[in-house]
Each structure stands twice: as C-alpha cells, then as structure tokens.
C-alpha cells in the first residue's frame, strides 16, 4: 500500500468524467488500497480515484462505520434532502453548506466484481452523493450555497 497524492482544484483532471471499470484486477485491487490509506492519512471520509489522478470510477469511504469500496457506483434512488456543511480532500481550506438526498441508494461493484447496492442515510448520503459527483467531474463548491468559515464547525 502507498499513500498517493491528493490533487486539488487547480487540476484539471478533476473536471474529467471518469471511466467505467471493465474489469476488477490487479491494479484496480491496488488502487483500492492505496486510497484506502490515502484517505486514512489525510482524515478524510472519502475519496475519488480523480482525486488521486486516475480517471477510473473507484470510490472509497469510511464515515466511521469501517471502510466501504465501490467500483462503478451509480445512484439508483434518493430521497428527501438535507442542508449540511461539506469540505474536501481536494479543495483545501473551504467548506460550504450543500443540498443533498437525506437517503440515497447506490449500486456498485466490490473488489470481487461482485454487485450489490448500500443505502446511505446522513453522513453516509452525502460522501457517497459527493464522491460519485468526482466521478463525474464536479465539485461540492459547485454546488455549496453558503461557504463558510472552517472554524465555525
């Protein structure tokens, strides 16, 4: 495992839609685990293969509840919404108020290739809604309707 770098909004591979994953390998696996612990060593709860500089739609999070991996995640269903203050990895030293699902519902691939889906509630909703924004190209201070001062949270 190796900690990758993070990149930041001056990259332009962070507003490049990331490629579908025809096939769970080695370098996928890899990847898995050095986000793993590129996230781990930043204290972030999630992270984007962009955010790391491969333009593949790989995602990693762990709002606490121990590490999930989705490889090709797409939202099938949300519901309701909430306003909650939202930061990132790659956008250093900003944080704004973003609408989001209050319950989302993703389909995914795991490191097996298998399918499954997980429901997000609070928290979970909003990194997955988040880092499957990354995959596409966008960034939460595309959507922030109120920045705010970090030190008020």
């Known amino acids: 495992m190796a900690t990758r770098m993070i990149r930041t909004m001056d ?11 025809e096939k769970v390998n080695r370098n996928i696996l890899i990847l898995l685990e050095d986000m793993a ?3 781990k060593s930043a204290n972030g709860v999630g992270l984007a ?4 500089g491969i333009l593949k739609r790989v995602v990693v999070i762990d709002v606490g509840d121990g590490l ?4 090709n995640p797409e939202i099938m269903s ?12 790659s956008v250093p030293g900003k944080m704004g108020e973003v609408e989001r699902p209050a319950k989302v519902t993703v ?9 499954f889906e997980i ?3 609070g928290l979970l909703a909003i990194a997955l809604c988040h ?16 920045f705010i001062d970090p030190e008020e949270e």
């Open 11 to 21: 990259d332009d591979i962070l507003r490049k839609k990331a490629r579908t994953v």
């Open 49 to 52: 293969a962009p955010q790391v």
């Open 68 to 71: 999930i991996e989705l490889i």
């Open 131 to 146: 880092e499957i924004d990354h995959l596409n190209g966008e960034l939460f201070v595309d959507k922030v309707i109120r």
């Open 78 to 89: 949300t519901e309701g919404k909430q306003v909650k203050a939202e930061g990132c990895l």
């Open 107 to 115: 389909r995914a691939l795991n490191r097996k290739g298998e399918a």
């Open 119 to 121: 429901e997000g509630e």
């Open 37 to 39: 612990e590129t996230m």
